[in-house]
């Protein structure tokens, strides 16, 4: 049975989009990856431009509301905020967290450059994590609090 794998963000459109993107790639088939926020809204192009310049193409992602994906059989939950609330999916699952800053800005005085090199350091981020994920799912769960 493959495994299951949910990135969890506020909006959808960055961090949980490129974790997803990089998970199914590097994992492989063997692990069905996920991906949702609180409130969602739409994948950003700076995450879109930032994943292609290393072969993996979500273009055709979209951003997902939490309550839109099967939550059920879940082996692991991964959060990916920093400085705001991760949604929370209740429930007995491995519970990951990444504490990756939002590379999204609305300040109008960030260039484009520097917009690309901020989500290329979350996607580098996110992908030294995705690394050594594979030995956490198969570590055994701890005992139950």
């Not at 990089?22 to 969602?40: H, K």
């Amino acid at each position: 049975m493959k495994r299951r794998i949910l990135f969890l963000c506020v909006a959808n459109s960055a961090r949980s989009q490129m974790a997803e993107g990089l998970a199914r790639t590097f994992l492989g088939s063997d692990v069905a990856v996920l991906s949702a926020g609180s409130r969602p809204s739409r994948v950003n192009p700076y995450a879109v431009e930032v994943m292609a310049e290393i072969g993996i193409d979500i273009s055709a992602y979209r951003s997902k509301g939490v309550g839109e994906v099967d939550s059920t059989g879940l082996d692991a939950v991964i959060t990916l905020c920093a400085e705001e609330v991760c949604p929370v999916l209740p429930g007995r699952v491995r519970r990951l967290h990444w504490p990756v800053a939002d590379p999204a800005s609305s300040d109008p005085r960030l260039s484009p450059e520097v917009m690309r090199a901020r989500f290329r350091s979350t996607r580098d981020q996110i992908r030294e994590h995705i690394a050594g994920l594979i030995a956490l799912l198969d570590a055994p769960p701890g005992p139950e609090i």
